[in-house]
């Protein structure tokens, strides 16, 4: 089985602070897959993860990028909330448009993840908990599974790497691939 983890650079891995990313064995996608096959399921998970990139990019590229895949897991927003000109209904229409995009394969969608305020422009962080409601009514809406990784990280900084902290570190791209790996079981999409 084949799953491509689709998302913006903690996805990739991006060490913040240093303004390059960090080794791709570390991330959590490639940390997902030796979880995965500790527990004896023949798994290859591929990043692509786009440092930088916003729901419009993962939007046009969602098809040429998760081709072949069997299942995907999206992990899209920080780069949308932290301008104060995105608007949520702009945000929710290029998601509508990858699930359209998806069909039938088992997706998996992250919550937009916690980061701390500071980031982004003054209001970003009052964002989060209405933008990842929002989407999970909408995956709801189109029956697709949708993960919060909110309480799991919300005010754990020292699983961040920069300051204010919105990049995961190693120790927070575990975390993240431990809870991604509970959200694929609770949702019996492996």
């Known amino acids: 089985m084949k799953l491509v983890a689709f998302g913006d650079s903690n996805t990739r891995y991006w060490l913040g602070d240093e303004g390059w990313p960090g080794p791709l064995e570390d991330s959590w996608p490639l940390l997902l897959e030796g979880l995965l096959r500790s527990k004896g399921r023949e798994v290859t998970v591929v990043n692509e993860g786009w440092p930088g990139g916003e729901t419009a990019f993962a939007h046009r590229k969602f098809t040429h990028l998760t081709g072949g895949a ?9 780069n949308d909330i932290k301008l104060p000109e995105s608007r949520l209904e702009d945000y929710l229409a ?20 916690w980061f701390a305020r500071g980031y982004g422009f003054y209001r970003s962080q009052e964002r989060l908990p209405q933008w990842n409601g929002a989407l999970a009514w909408l995956c709801r809406d189109y029956g697709v599974a949708f993960w919060d990784t909110t309480e799991r990280f919300r005010d754990h900084t ?5 300051h204010p902290p919105h990049h995961l570190n190693a120790q927070g791209q575990r975390v993240l691939a431990e809870e991604v790996l509970r959200g694929l079981e609770h949702h019996h999409i492996l």
């Open 158 to 162: 020292e699983w961040y790497n920069d």
């Open 94 to 113: 290029h998601m509508e448009g990858i699930f359209r995009a998806n069909g039938e394969r088992p997706l998996l969608v992250l919550s937009i993840l």
């Open 70 to 78: 069997d299942g995907v897991i999206l992990a899209f927003g920080t």
